[in-house]
């Protein structure tokens, strides 16, 4: 004889057993204590076991609760992917977003692939520029969305503010092309937003500099930070792991925080602009409550 799972009920088994009390389960799920007990008393019921031990101090699983434990995610997993699958809107068409070249490879990179997943019939074009250039675009209708990096405290309201970060000196492991005078400095290219930054950093504290390569290849200005000719300046998340960020004690001026914003184009999206802009958000959000 077939019989079916009340997905609530799984529910409610996992988050009693994630947030170890009903009490406190039934705060996540919204729920009353009594409500979230009777689903618990349910769930026992239909296996014919208890699933769970409680004491004063909570509930710990039982053995046959650790046996319903993994079954129960996956369950709970596939019905949250189905849910979604079926209720996400079918889009096509195209989006064309304007990204700064140190932005490309970064958490950027998991929500583009998540979007094209969830967005199969949707063609990506990415843009990349420099900040400024990436706002041009977008008045000129070149890209429907951009993501700009201004400076933090001199950002006006235009724009949705994604996530702040440090901006910080890079240099080679190990190596000393910050101590050399006038310091070398690599950067992308000349329109790049943090380059006005760092040379007034500079200058401020009466460090001679030079540049000695302006290019727009990222690639090639972390080859030569890597070789120790120079040093850059990037987000903190951006810094590839085979570079070293130079802290106060490499004697190099502090540099202000650079805000990330999602600008979109003046005139109406198109709907699957709209939600790549929406799945951008989300995605920022989780890496923000990630790594709090």
Not at 124 to 151: C, F, H, T, Y
Not at 186 to 206: H, S, Y
Request: hydrophobic share 45%; glycine share 8%; charged share 20%.
């Amino acid at each position: 004889m077939t019989r079916n799972i009340d997905i609530g009920l799984l529910r409610s088994f996992i988050a009693v057993y994630e947030a170890g009390s009903v009490t406190a389960a039934a705060n996540q799920l919204h729920l009353t204590q009594g409500a979230v007990s009777q689903q618990i008393k349910r769930l026992e019921e239909l296996f014919g076991c208890a699933v769970f031990e409680r004491n004063r101090h909570g509930a710990r699983l039982t053995n046959e609760g650790e046996r319903l434990l993994g079954h129960a995610r996956r369950m709970l997993r596939g019905n949250d992917e189905l849910w979604a699958d079926m209720s996400t809107p079918s889009f096509s068409g195209e989006v064309r977003l304007g990204v700064p070249h140190d932005l490309i490879g970064t958490h950027l990179a998991k929500i583009l692939k998540a979007f094209a997943q969830s967005c199969p019939n949707v063609e990506i074009s990415l843009v990349s520029g420099s900040s400024p250039e990436l706002q041009d675009m977008l008045r000129n209708g070149k890209v429907e969305l951009a993501l700009v990096e201004e400076v933090a405290a001199d950002s006006n309201g235009a724009g949705e503010c994604l996530a702040v970060e440090p901006l910080v000196w890079v240099g080679s492991a190990g190596g000393d092309a910050y101590r050399k005078r006038p310091l070398a400095v690599a950067i992308v290219t000349e329109t790049c937003v943090f380059r006005p930054r760092m040379f007034a950093a500079l200058d401020a504290q009466g460090l001679p500099w030079r540049t000695v390569f302006e290019n727009s290849s990222i690639d090639a200005t972390r080859a030569t930070v890597g070789l120790d000719m120079a040093v850059t300046a990037w987000l903190a998340s951006t810094v590839p792991l085979d570079l070293q960020i130079l802290g106060p004690d490499s004697g190099l001026p502090a540099l202000p925080d650079f805000a990330i914003k999602l600008h979109q184009s003046p005139v109406a999206l198109s709907a699957p602009a709209q939600e790549m802009a929406r799945q951008i958000r989300v995605g920022y959000r989780e890496r923000l409550r990630l790594v709090a």
